[in-house]
């Protein structure tokens, strides 16, 4: 079975509910272009986002239909932010299948996540909470920053892993600590459990993110994408960083050249992840990820034992150690 089912199995009758409910809500739109949003929910992902959501809102109370709105306006605002994200990218394929952008056109994809961001905030206005406002207005602000952020970080050449970490805050973090956040709302924890979850889910966005981007260090038959891509994108990520602040001047200079440059034959995307390799970027990147998983699992020790919380240890696991 797959790991992520076994992990979900103690919220599986709300995962079921969401995966019925989220369908219903990208169907029965304009006849004009309800074929365009059949092709985007055709893609089930990992579903990590509500999973979160739903193991947050069980390590505090019983999970409701408020829970599950919650989820679905995060998933929703997710989507939107995926089809954009391919644009800004430039990404012809996502999860083996053509991208939005790659099937239409840039136009088409741009109005289209438009369209399903205006989804998300009408489900989030449906819930007349405005915590819950505040928490997706924020979001949004957050997820635009980190995509900016990153932008600008490529082209002025900022390769500081203090910056690294922001940047990966606001565009992935941020989304998984909303996720815990709502879940701990839509069964009214308290102020100490609801800030306690949006830690935790911080701690899970940024290991996602550290894992994501090991994965650019290794060719696709291994991990599952293609070598040196955000390379290529001028997206140095937390290995190159390090390995470029830790290895002799001389030839963090040479790699540094070759970045400037921005010549990325297949040769040099090889030097580039041989020396992040080479100078132990890699390990520094997984010990990250282990200093983080222990801070959230000192913060979930505050929990009762519970078949949700043994779930919740086991999602960090998959976060870390996945392979795709």
């Given amino acids: 079975m797959d790991k992520l089912k076994v992990i979900a199995q103690p919220v599986q009758e709300e995962m079921e509910a969401f995966n019925r409910l989220f369908t219903e809500t990208l169907h029965g739109h304009n006849d004009d272009f309800q074929s365009m949003i059949d092709f985007v929910s055709g893609r089930n992902g990992k579903r990590i986002r509500p999973l979160i959501l739903l193991l947050s809102a069980g390590l505090c109370g019983k999970t409701n239909p408020k829970t599950i709105d919650y989820a679905i306006v995060l998933e929703l605002l997710h989507t939107a932010t995926l089809i954009h994200d391919d644009v800004v990218d430039n990404t012809m394929e996502r ?14 994809a741009v109005l289209l996540g438009d369209y399903i961001l205006s989804l998300a905030i009408t489900r989030a206005v449906m819930t007349q909470n405005l915590s819950i406002l505040a928490i997706i207005s924020r979001l949004a602000q957050n997820l635009a920053e980190g995509e900016l952020a990153q932008l600008i ?3 002025e050449q900022i390769f500081e892993e203090e910056r ?25 924890a308290s102020p100490e459990k609801k800030e306690k979850l949006r830690v935790i889910g911080e701690n899970l966005g940024i290991c ?3 894992r994501d981007d090991i994965f650019d260090y290794f060719e696709q038959g ?19 960083i ?23 034959s297949e040769k040099k995307i090889n030097r580039l992840t041989g020396f992040a390799k080479e100078y132990k970027g ?4 997984y010990s990250k990820m282990q200093e983080i998983k222990a801070e959230t699992l000192a913060l979930l020790a505050d929990f009762p034992d519970s078949t949700i919380k043994t779930a919740m240890i086991r999602l960090i696991d998959y976060i870390i150690e996945r392979e795709k």
């Fill in 95 to 108: 999860r083996s299948q053509p991208s939005v952008n790659a099937e239409y056109d840039n136009r088409v």
């Fill in 153 to 155: 970080a490529s082209k």
């Fill in 164 to 188: 690294y970490f922001k940047v990966i805050w606001k565009k992935t973090a941020v989304l998984l600590s909303s996720c815990s956040e709502m879940g701990a709302l839509s069964v009214n």
């Fill in 208 to 210: 996602f993110q550290i």
């Fill in 222 to 240: 291994e991990i599952g994408k293609p070598t040196g891509n955000d390379i290529r994108e001028g997206k140095i990520t937390l290995p190159l």
């Fill in 242 to 264: 390090y390995a470029l602040r830790t290895a002799p001047k001389a030839v963090s200079e040479a790699m540094l050249d070759i970045i400037r440059e921005k010549d990325f």
């Fill in 282 to 285: 890699i390990e520094y990147a």
